[in-house]
């Protein structure tokens, strides 16, 4: 038998004033069955991830051409502008190797977590490892005010591809308006202002855990193994969040391209195409904000969930059902209804990439400081496949990664991409991924 219970708030004493500190849910709570600035400080690399789903047409989107110059096919036409700062990756595989391919989830998840996943499909899904934007801000996140930021455009905060293992999702804003008065509400301090006025608040918010701590304690102790790795992964996260409130008690360091913008107007939430790209447009607009104002280094950008449920204004069908459902065209070889919400993604990702290429920092701009993994959780959505996956990583991390190439992967798993980018930034690991994805092999024709 045992005290704790699921109402159970761990109590303690905080300069004279009681604080507590609520719990995850618990095995013991169940039943049997259950370069340089101005200031001299170097410009800071970002990292980000950006999705959409339903994969693209082989023939339309991968270029022929190896290397320097590769051609542009029509589907990934809309990238052209900045082709000298995107690298596109074919042959690229998720390697199941025996598990099962969990439909418009496996992709996604071998990519970005090293891992085939064993639980999932079109409504999402299971992580077995933590996904390569977690592994990242833990890297370069501590120092800013948000360790990493997770945003989706219908309007849906579930939908997220930002996992740090399990079923543990981030989740998403996908309000404008309420993203805004997170990032630029009376928290946020100006780092371009002379002054400086910490708010004393922030000083009790950032004690809580260890005034509780002796009451932690004696929780761990009675906790089994499962319960044990749960609770800390729960106090990890806390303590991470005192860190980031740390952050508020310091004067931030002059950010020369930090502008705020003002508020957003309100706006209708939904996965029709002109609702989602709006949403996709105001919120980029912001996170291009948060990291040029030093807000935060990591993102992942959701366009739509991976069974796309994106649909025309007035249409009964999502691009999801147009990919199972439409035929091929015989004399055009792909489907038209279903290539329209293809075509459109490029158009909306390059969108993302000219925000982040209008902002000027340095002797470049912010994508020249940035690597952006875009993808998707399947090659042609129709069949369901993990082969040849679309992967493209836009951005120069700052003079690191040899930008504007053709990779061909030759069947190797996806996880070579994120193991790069891992070491690109800086990361001090040799190898990533597990079972068939586990790899030790980066992709040095990049590498610097």
Request: aromatic share 6%.
């Amino acid at each position: 038998m045992t005290d704790w219970n699921r109402r159970t708030v761990l109590r303690g004493i905080l300069r004279g004033s009681a604080v507590a500190i609520g719990l995850p849910l618990l095995d013991i709570f169940l039943d049997s069955k259950g370069e340089a600035l101005a200031t001299g400080a170097p410009i800071p690399v970002r990292f980000g991830t950006w999705f959409w789903g339903c994969g693209v047409n082989t023939a339309r989107w991968f270029p022929d051409k190896l290397g320097h110059g590769y051609d542009l096919k029509a589907e990934l036409k809309p990238i052209e502008p900045f082709r000298d700062k995107v690298s596109v990756f074919s042959k690229f595989n998720c390697v199941l190797d025996g598990k099962p391919n969990l439909v418009h989830w496996s992709g996604v998840m071998g990519t970005l977590s090293g891992c085939a996943p064993l639980k999932g499909g079109v409504s999402g899904g299971t992580a077995e490892l933590p996904t390569l934007d977690c592994l990242v801000a833990d890297h370069i996140g501590k120092s800013t005010r948000f360790r990493s930021l997770e945003l989706a455009c219908t309007g849906q905060s579930s939908v997220s591809y930002s996992m740090r293992a399990g079923s543990t999702v981030n989740p998403s804003e996908v309000d404008p308006v309420q993203f805004y008065r997170r990032l630029f509400g009376p928290e946020f301090q100006d780092p371009n202002k002379a002054e400086f006025r910490p708010d004393p608040e922030i000083m009790l918010r950032q004690s809580v855990l260890s005034s509780v701590k002796e009451e932690r304690d004696d929780l761990v102790r009675t906790l089994g193994s499962s319960d044990r790795q749960r609770v800390d992964q729960y106090f990890t996260s806390v303590r991470q969040v005192e860190q980031q409130l740390g952050q508020l008690l310091q004067k931030p360091l002059p950010a020369e391209a930090c502008v705020v913008a003002a508020e957003p107007a309100k706006g209708e939430l939904g996965p029709t195409w002109d609702m989602a790209t709006r949403s996709h447009d105001l919120l980029g607009q912001l996170l291009v904000m948060a990291l040029a104002c030093n807000q935060t280094r990591v993102f992942s950008m959701a366009l739509s969930n991976a069974g796309s449920n994106l649909r025309k204004a007035g249409e009964p069908v999502s691009f999801h059902e147009l990919t199972h459902e439409e035929p091929v065209d015989e004399k055009l070889g792909y489907q038209p209804q279903a290539t329209f919400f293809i075509e459109r993604s490029m158009d909306v990702l390059a969108s993302m990439l000219k925000m982040m290429d209008g902002v000027k920092e340095g002797d470049g701009t912010l994508l020249d400081h940035s690597l952006v993994l875009a993808t998707s959780e399947s090659n042609f959505a129709k069949i369901h496949s993990v082969d040849n996956l679309p992967i493209l990583v836009a951005g120069k991390a700052g003079g690191k990664w040899k930008s504007g190439q053709h990779i061909n992967g030759n069947g190797d798993p996806s996880s070579r991409v994120g193991l790069t980018i891992q070491q690109v930034l800086g990361m001090p690991v040799t190898s990533w991924g597990d079972g068939a994805m586990h790899t030790a092999t980066p992709i040095s024709e990049v590498m610097v």
